[in-house]
């Protein structure tokens, strides 16, 4: 075995935020689920490319508007009502939140929200878990 | 700040992969008074910014509950700074668990203690024995049934050694099943965990079939994380953005040993290079520099790995053990990281293409801002 760096991977085929970046106006025309992803990307692109970016200029900031058609959309498949600050460039990305974790965890942040949850393990290393 | 309390370096299982030092080290009331007021002293302290937002208690060990009067008695303490000025702690408790009894899980549910259980689900039996050689899983049987009435959202932390890992999948349905609705696991690593070519082999086996329970478990609409995967596939969504894939090198938990000396992390116990102060007389500047520095280097070879923003390449601990430095990364550690994205990549693709809607609302409306396992 040997430390073998990939130039490139392309396993992943779900949907990314880089995907919502590079397509135009994704989420006017979609629907259901699909709608409901490029809007939650798109959300997040244009909170990431411009936190102060209000909902008319985001595509100067180069990310896709959320269409009221998605945002409808959004609520009906998943009952999920955008929240205020999107379209007003409030940043849904918190700054890294500190939480305490159990040993061995890495934490994620929850984007647009508060809470930073433990998950992964990572140590182990041997002693893993010491009371082991 | 968050700190982890080594509070005794006893143990009462001893674990095939385990490379613990066991010694009769324990901690004093006096020193985890100590760490608590050191916590709340520096909290919003700018020298370790990162890690001053929270007041964390995490009590460790050797096995925590081997000490368990004086977690009840650093917990009172907190109670009374929480009367007294309104100081807002959290707890955890990592456990092997065969000290836990109803009372204690009465006081861990009042005090809101969570709890992470360490469990080999169907390896236990071969892998986690007590330090007389008897079974540790027949007395975990009710007591899992018992830890899950007061915490259900206890964590099974489940870790892999080599010569059981045909077991791994298996072992992860059983402790889906007893009704843990989130499961770490981990590779052993170390002097006694032997990761020959065949093992590696079967691990693939074992993450292939994981991937499919993943796919079944999600279009079946449970409520679950598998951590294995979860972040792999949030690191794809988010690009690596707000995902933290690395410990945190004494950034964000620092590590307080039995006398009460801070270090990094978990991993670090006692390394004379690796001492940030103490909790008594607190954090030395020039040492938490020190260490900061160390940790901010990267494995060389990962800079331009497709896969960096995936991995958890920089982990220190991991690095540490198995190439004797914190910012070399072993070949078995890249191996590992791209078995788990391989697979959370296959199980996520196969949900998506079929449209299912759990999967869809686990990982997107959680970008949205709902809660990932709850959201119904």
Known sequence: MSVDPLKSYDEAEYPSIKDARSVNKPGGNLKGSAALIMASLTALAISQCNPNAKNDDVNLAGAPAISETTATEMTRTAGIVPEEGWFEGKNTIPEETEEIMLAGDVMYIEPGTSDAEGTEDTVLVGRVMPES | ?376
């Open chain 2, 1 to 376: 700040m968050n700190l982890t309390l080594h509070i005794t370096d006893e143990c009462n299982m001893r674990c095939t992969y385990c490379v613990h030092d066991y010694s009769a080290r324990r901690m004093s009331l006096a020193t985890a008074v100590a760490a608590v007021d050191l916590s709340v002293r520096s909290k919003g302290d700018s020298l370790i910014p990162s890690g001053c937002m929270h007041t964390g208690l995490c009590f460790y060990g050797g096995e925590p509950l081997l000490n368990r009067d004086l977690i009840e008695k650093t917990v009172a303490y907190c109670d009374t700074l929480r009367f007294k000025k309104g100081e807002d702690f959290q707890y955890l408790l990592v456990t092997n668990g065969t000290l836990l009894d109803e009372s204690f899980l009465e006081f861990a549910a009042a005090h809101d203690i969570g709890i992470g259980l360490s469990h080999d689900g169907l390896m236990q039996e071969d892998s986690r024995r007590m330090e007389d050689g008897t079974s540790s899983a027949d007395r975990l049987e009710e007591t899992i049934d018992l830890l899950l009435r007061y915490r259900p959202k206890a964590t099974a932390m489940c870790t892999i050694h080599p010569p059981l890992v045909d077991r791994l999948s298996e072992s992860v349905r059983w402790l889906f099943g007893k009704g843990f609705r989130k499961v770490q696991t981990v590779p052993a690593v170390g002097i006694k965990a032997d990761w020959t070519p065949e093992r590696m082999e079967e691990l693939e086996k074992q993450y292939l079939l994981l991937s499919d329970l993943y796919v079944e478990k999600t279009r079946a609409g449970d409520a679950f994380e598998l951590t294995l995967f979860e972040n792999k596939i949030r690191s794809h969504i988010m690009d690596g953005r707000g995902i933290n894939q690395t410990c945190r090198f004494g950034k964000r938990q620092l590590s307080v040993a039995p006398d009460g000396a801070i270090y990094p992390c978990v991993q670090f116990l006692d390394l004379p290079e690796y001492r940030m102060g103490d909790v008594f007389g607190g954090l030395i500047p020039e040492n938490v520099a020190r260490v900061a520095g160390e940790g901010g280097k990267e494995p060389v070879e990962c800079q331009a790995c497709a896969l960096r923003k995936r991995c958890k390449y920089n982990c220190c601990c991991m690095n540490r053990i198995t190439t004797g430095s914190i910012d070399e990364i072993s070949p078995l550690t890249c191996a590992f990281e791209r078995l788990a994205i391989r697979y959370a990549d296959r199980a996520a693709n196969t949900l998506m293409a079929e449209g299912d809607p759990h999967f869809i609302k686990k990982h997107y409306t959680t970008i949205l801002g709902k809660d990932p396992m709850f959201f119904e």
